[in-house]
């Protein structure tokens, strides 16, 4: 089974399919996407299907760096950051959860840096995704 709930290759998603499969989470999905785009621009948003073990997924860019991706799943959504060192040291002097830094901790190193998954169910989620977009971009 793929990470995200959309793992048919041949079919984009679409606002449609995105609402259904994320339900509640939907409005989340749509105002962290503004925020990103009040505090970002110019960003652009680019679906991808990186193989079937992932599904689709969304890339938020800034120009030509990527702020974060974004996988759809039944209820609820992943957002995923790639953070090098600096950002990682700047989350641990911020205000950030401790069950957000333990991801971070935890997460497995790869050349582009810590390859951090966190689960987004609820407006506090969000909130963490905000500052942590914010410590990324920053470094």
């Not at 999905?29 to 785009?37: R, V």
């Not at 582009?112 to 995704?129: A, F, K, M, P, T």
């Amino acid at each position: 089974m793929a990470l995200s709930a959309l793992d048919d290759k041949s079919s984009r998603p679409n606002q449609e399919t995105l609402s259904k499969t994320l339900g509640k989470a939907s409005a989340l999905w749509g105002d962290l996407l503004t925020y990103l785009a009040s505090e970002y621009e110019p960003l652009t948003e680019d679906w991808h299907f990186p193989g079937k073990n992932y599904g689709w997924g969304l890339r938020v860019k800034q120009k030509k760096r990527t702020i974060l991706y974004m996988t759809p799943c039944a209820g609820h959504f992943l957002v995923s950051f790639a953070l090098g060192e600096k950002a990682v040291r700047a989350a641990h002097e911020s205000r950030l959860s401790d069950s957000v830094l333990k991801l971070i901790d935890d997460a497995r190193q790869y050349a582009e840096g810590r390859g951090v998954r966190i689960e987004v169910r609820n407006r506090g989620d969000v909130e963490e995704i905000k500052r942590l977009a914010a410590i990324k971009m920053a470094t």
